[in-house]
T-cell receptor, first 117, second 108 residues
Framework: GAVVSQHPSWVICKSGTSVKIECRSL??????MFWYRQFPKQSLMLMAT?????????EQGVEKDKFLINHASLTLSTLTVTSAHPEDSSFYIC?????????????FGPGTRLTVT | EDKVVQSPLSLVVHEGDTVTLNCSYE??????LLWYKQEKKAPTFLFML????IEKKSGRLSSILDKKELFSILNITATQTGDSAVYLC????????FGQGTELSVKP
């Protein structure tokens, strides 16, 4: 149980275009999902917390107009990178917790590698 | 400012060696500290620690938390090449913060 999927697993896009990444909890409902970015040889950096039915909470320094997050259902959150630039190239990972559990364990999706040319 | 610092950043050992990975933290509203293993893709959960002095074990891996000194260690005994990965320490306090990770390489 507790499987999180992401789609696509990798994407190449041209500078100036927008890219949407989906994060789905497959066998549980996730009221909260998290979006991370990871650059090569670096750790996970939390970008935003996605809450079902309400606005996402963005970390300091993350542009909410550039990284649009929508959490319209209990099993799906999307991250749209708008007007992508080469510096947005990174590994994007989502995670979710099982609501109601005491454990703070996060279940991670397999990640999406974005390359902007 | 909340922070999580791991050491060493990288480590190369031979199969059969024992390694100790360190994680120190300064966070507000501490709730728990988690260890993850990250190979090619997304991290996988290893341990969650909330209480001081209670060792968690899973096979050759074990971990313990010291809430007074604000650190945790992850031990791996009799290392195998399959243990090669980045090990991440994650603090769940007021913010979700990951350490920089320790890149472990186990040579045959």
């Amino acid at each position: 149980g507790a499987v999180v999927s992401q789609h696509p697993s990798w994407v190449i896009c041209k500078s100036g275009t927008s890219v949407k990444i989906e994060c789905r909890s497959l066998d549980f409902q996730a009221t909260t999902m998290f979006w991370y970015r990871q650059f090569p040889k670096q750790s996970l950096m939390l970008m935003a917390t996605s809450n079902e039915g309400s606005k996402a909470t963005y970390e300091q320094g993350v542009e909410k107009d550039k990284f649009l997050i929508n959490h319209a259902s209990l099993t799906l959150s999307t991250l749209t990178v708008t007007s992508a630039h080469p510096e947005d190239s990174s590994f994007y990972i989502c995670s979710a917790r099982i609501p109601g559990r005491v454990s703070y364990e996060q279940y991670f999706g397999p990640g999406t590698r974005l390359t902007v040319t | 400012e909340d922070k999580v610092v791991q050491s060493p950043l990288s480590l190369v050992v031979h199969e059969g060696d024992t390694v100790t990975l360190n994680c120190s933290y300064e966070v507000t509203n501490f709730r728990s500290l988690l260890w993850y293993k990250q190979e090619k893709k997304a991290p996988t959960f290893l341990f969650m620690l909330t209480s001081s002095g209670i060792e968690k074990k899973s096979g050759r891996l074990s971990s313990i938390l010291d809430k007074k000194e604000l650190f945790s260690i992850l031990n791996i005994t009799a290392t195998q090449t399959g243990d090669s990965a980045v090990y991440l320490c994650n603090n769940q306090g007021g913010k979700l913060i990951f350490g920089q990770g320790t890149e472990l390489s186990v040579k045959p």
